[in-house]
C-alpha cells in the first residue's frame, strides 16, 4: 500500500503564497516515483497543475508556470508545491498524485488539500 499524504492548504488573500506538501510512504521507493499535483475546482474537471519526475524534471500548467514552483526532498521523501502570486481562479482542491511509470505500474492519489484564494 502507498500513502500520499497532502496538507499545507488554507485560505490566502489573492497575491499570497502558500506551500502545499506530498509526503510520500508505504510499498514505493520514493527515488523511484514520479509525482504530479492536481486541483480541482469546484464544477471543473481535475487538472495537472505540475509534475517532477524521479530524475527531477519539471513541468507545469501554462496557468502556473512562473508563479509555481514543484520541488522534491528525496531524505524527506515530500514533494512541495511553492504557489506564489496566487489568484482567485487557483481555488481548488489540490492532490497529490503518483504517476505509473516503468517501476511502478499503479497509480495513486491522495486525499487532497484545499486551497481558497480570496479577491
Known amino acids: 500500500q502507498v500513502q500520499l499524504v497532502e496538507s499545507g492548504g488554507g485560505l490566502v488573500q489573492a497575491g499570497g503564497s502558500l506551500r502545499l506538501s506530498c509526503a510520500v510512504s508505504?510499498?514505493?521507493?520514493?527515488?523511484?516515483?514520479?509525482i504530479d499535483w492536481y486541483r480541482q475546482a469546484p464544477g471543473k474537471q481535475r487538472e495537472l497543475v505540475a509534475g517532477?519526475?524521479?530524475?527531477?524534471?519539471?513541468n507545469y500548467a501554462v496557468s502556473v508556470k512562473g508563479r509555481f514552483t514543484i520541488s522534491r526532498v528525496t531524505a524527506k521523501s515530500t514533494v512541495y508545491l511553492q504557489m506564489n502570486s496566487l489568484e482567485p481562479e487557483d481555488t481548488a482542491v489540490y492532490y497529490c498524485?503518483?504517476?505509473?511509470?516503468?517501476?511502478?505500474?499503479?497509480?495513486?492519489w491522495g486525499q487532497g488539500t484545499r486551497v481558497t484564494v480570496s479577491s
Open positions: 498524485h503518483r504517476r505509473p511509470n516503468p517501476y511502478y505500474a499503479t497509480e495513486f
Open positions: 517532477i519526475s524521479r530524475g527531477g524534471e519539471t
Open positions: 508505504g510499498s514505493t521507493t520514493f527515488s523511484l516515483t514520479d
